[in-house]
């Protein structure tokens, strides 16, 4: 297309025929509010908050006649009502902004709606609608009748379907009884032909959402719900509201804050016992590393309670197990509330909306707290907590509301606030499963080992064998009384069967105690087992993959040369100018075709024989040929410096592909925790030194070092505090366990973690015995 096709006509040879705004037409504005509110459970709660928003003190849901087909659904408030001109010009403007520039209310609430849709949720419920309401110091009230399925026609415009507003003396006759009711002021929404079937299971839902509707952790006041559903059923009709006691009785309360100062606390209590942890207030940037100096989420307070489903006490009442989950089946879960009212979809009850993925990560970690499990292991599921987020528009204007109502928008303020919650989470999990074994070792002391409990069995049985001998013996020795005759010594006897008793006890409880020990190594055995066969499995993989990627990536750079000497020589079609290019692209995949068979190479290596033999070796040998298989990529991809030592033996006693495991571990983590400091400061440092009987291998490097107060948790399996930018643990949180698995249990020496360093980044030492073998060797040379 040429040039002066894109130019405008000069103005002179342009006539104005008309000016026009866009219009919408009225079925297309109609689908769009159906679309935005995605059941009818939905749309009445838009209703409610509409009434919480105008001031009410009281909103009632009647339904009437259900099953018919003069079905009725009639929500009333005492609210303030509405005047004709905020009906013309605010309720009938559909995205009308009055409450985003209003954003508190006569009774200083803060309103809860914002985009002007949630009357359209009339639309969603029933084909006809009345609105009726009055002032407090009106002569007379309003009434507007809506037919929904006049903006069902295509031709007709939005703005082209008008609607009577009548001026009533007064609204004071109930539409389901007819009798005269006092009305002072408030709305009333009459719906009739309801577009939905309203069975006992969606009236159990509406009622179970109005109940999580607002906050049972901080609830208003002044602001009630009632349903009658006209079924007289119990279960489903009167005030709705949750229990306070309720949460008493749980095991664990957990309250944690970022405040206006940017920092994090958490407090983790009990009415059940005097224990408590307290994390004090620390700065966000240095409680956690990977999302910004500041959380974009704003102050907050995330608040849970724990519940392990058993039976529990509150003061004097007893809440039976049966009570315990009734409670739980409606209530579970995380929420988010935002000035007392609840953001959908976070946290519903049947698992949806599970926005921290705790069913997920139980599902991969299952055990109890109080099992044989490793430190860290255990993980709070889904069905045990009752928690929520409170927010407030006024401070966390970053977390705004999707179009439909059905969650806060993705961004970088959700994200930090997925950071916040689950890091809160993972404090409780560790505190509660520490608490849960100490308090194990405490009401129940063990043996250290099942050999012990099995001796003291044996031991018991021969002393109540040789008891039971004695027993039979002196029953052979019948004795004579005072006149001479014979007679039988109960007293003795007695006494005898007593101590007897007493050691068969001590048996069976011995021996019970033994089958637990017995039990309990099995299954750590099993799981031992089960640990070693996923590592064969990697190893396995590991050394197809290198068999494999060697040849793969050998043939790759022959290939690639052969293209550079014999075809892009010999093609007379290329323009100059294109060669560079080309010989710069072949260059790169010879490049990393390269560094590819490296690689390759090196974890075919890790895995041969040699390496899975128990030896001594120089630490430092090691050491540097792990840097030197990564070199290429951590110094012209990543831009990450070294220093090594360059002299020393430093002999030690155990299995090479450890230590290159190690190493491996320790190099990812460090080059993860330099990704967001500058090119020219990416570095990693590591210092060998021998004293006496031990080696101290010391690393670290210049990234952002630890989250404050996880100095040890790092070690414990499945922490991580690698998260992707959505504020989702994405490391495994095993790296480190395997590490200190190898240090502690197959060299015999310690790992610490250091939170900063002088490089600025985190620090791990560790200390293992120092071999003499390798010494005698070289010196007998």
């Keep these: 297309m040429s040039e002066s096709t894109n130019q405008a ?5 342009r006539t104005l025929i008309d000016s026009r705004p866009f219009s919408v037409s009225a079925r297309v504005a109609m689908q769009l509010g159906r679309e935005s509110i995605s059941s009818p459970v939905t749309a009445i709660l838009e209703l409610v908050k509409n009434a919480y928003d105008a001031d009410a003190t009281l909103v009632r849901i009647r339904f009437h006649g259900l099953g018919g087909s003069g079905a009725r659904l009639v929500i009333e408030d005492d609210g303030r009502g509405m005047t004709v001109d905020d009906l013309r010009n605010h309720w009938m403007v559909i995205g009308t902004a009055n409450k985003a520039k209003t954003r508190k209310t006569n009774k200083g609430r803060v309103q809860t709606g914002e985009k002007g849709l949630g009357r359209l949720g009339l639309d969603r419920l029933c084909a006809r609608t009345r609105v009726q309401s009055i002032t407090a110091r009106s002569n007379g009230g309003l009434e507007l009748e809506v037919d929904w399925r006049r903006y069902e026609q295509a031709e007709s415009r939005l703005e082209e379907v008008r609607h009577e507003i009548f001026g009533v003396p007064n609204i004071s006759q109930d539409p389901l009884t007819k009798a005269r009711v006092k009305f002072p002021h408030g709305m009333r929404l009459i719906l009739d032909e309801l577009k939905d079937e309203w069975t006992k299971e969606s009236l159990a839902e509406l009622r179970a959402e109005l109940s999580l509707l607002v906050s049972p952790f901080s609830a208003p006041n002044d602001f009630h719900i009632e349903l009658d559903t006209a079924l007289a059923d119990e279960s489903l009709d009167g005030a709705v509201s949750v229990p306070p006691f309720v949460l008493e009785a749980a095991n664990w309360k957990v309250v944690a804050t970022i405040d206006v100062q940017d920092a994090v606390e958490i407090t983790m209590t009990s009415s059940q016992h005097d224990t408590e942890y307290h994390q004090k207030p620390v700065p966000w940037d240095e409680w956690q590393k990977s999302n910004g100096s500041k959380p974009f989420c704003g102050p907050m307070r995330f608040e849970f ?29 995380v929420r988010i509330y935002r ?54 528009l006024e401070r966390n204007p970053a977390l705004s509301d999707q179009t439909n109502r059905e969650g806060l928008l993705e961004g970088q303020a959700f994200s930090h606030l997925r950071v916040f919650a689950n890091k809160v989470v993972r404090f409780f999990e560790l505190k509660n499963q520490e608490f849960e074994k100490a308090k194990k070792r405490a009401d129940k002391p063990v043996e250290a080992d099942a050999e012990k409990r099995a001796k003291a069995s044996a031991e018991a049985t021969d002393v109540a ?5 004695g027993f039979v013996q002196l029953l052979q020795q019948p004795t004579k009384d005072s006149h001479g005759d014979a007679t039988s010594l109960p007293e003795e006897m007695n006494k005898l069967l007593l101590a007897t008793q007493q050691s068969l006890e001590k048996v069976k409880s011995a021996a019970a105690e033994s089958a637990e020990a017995m039990s309990a190594e099995r299954a750590k055995v099993e799981q031992q087992k089960n640990m070693l066969s ?50 710069k692209t072949l260059g790169f995949l010879v490049s990393e075709s390269r560094k590819l068979r490296k690689f390759a190479k090196f974890t075919l290596g890790n895995v041969s024989r040699e390496k899975r033999t128990k030896d001594t070796f120089c630490v430092r040998g090691v050491l540097v040929s792990v840097f030197n ?51 020219d400061k990416r570095k990693i440092r590591v210092q060998i030194s021998a ?41 495994t949180g095993l790296g480190l366990t395997i590490v200190k698995s190898f240090v502690e249990v197959n060299t015999g020496g310690t790992i610490v973690a250091k939170a900063h360093g002088e490089l600025g980044g985190a620090v791990l030492t560790i200390r293992v015995p120092r071999s003499n073998k390798l010494i005698k060797q070289k010196s007998s040379k």
């Design 9 to 13: 006509p000069p103005s002179d040879e």
């Design 534 to 583: 996923n590592l064969a499995s990697l190893g396995i993989l590991a050394a197809s993959f290198g068999h494999e990627s060697v040849d793969w990536a050998g043939n790759i750079v022959k290939f690639a040369e052969r293209i550079d000497d014999d075809v892009i020589s010999k093609a007379w079609w290329l323009e100059a100018p294109e060669l560079p290019g080309i010989k």
């Design 339 to 392: 000035d007392g009212f609840r953001v959908k979809p976070y946290g519903q009850p049947n698992g949806d909306g599970d926005w921290l993925q705790l069913a997920f990560k139980k599902s991969r970690s299952p055990g109890g707290a109080a099992q044989d499990s490793p430190p860290g292991s255990w993980r709070l599921a889904y069905h045990q907590v009752v928690g929520a987020v409170f927010l407030t």
């Design 465 to 469: 064998l040789k008891q039971l001998s």
């Design 305 to 333: 309670y724990y519940f392990p489903r058993k039976e529990a006490s509150v003061g004097e009442q007893t809440l039976r197990r049966t009570d315990v989950s009734q409670f739980l089946n409606t209530n579970q879960g």
């Design 629 to 679: 298989a990564f070199k290429e990529v951590m110094e012209d991809e990543k831009k990450i410096q070294s220093e090594l030592p360059v002299m020393g033996d430093f002999p030690v006693e155990g299995y090479p592909m450890d230590w290159e495991s190690i190493f491996v571990n320790l190099i990812l983590n460090s080059a993860w925790a330099v990704e967001g400091t500058p090119p």
């Design 691 to 731: 004293s006496g009987s031990d080696i101290t291998i010391q690393f670290e490097d210049s990234g952002r070092g630890l989250e404050a107060g996880t100095e040890d948790a790092i070690f414990q399996p499945t922490f991580t505090t690698k998260r992707n930018q959505r504020g989702e643990d994405i490391g």
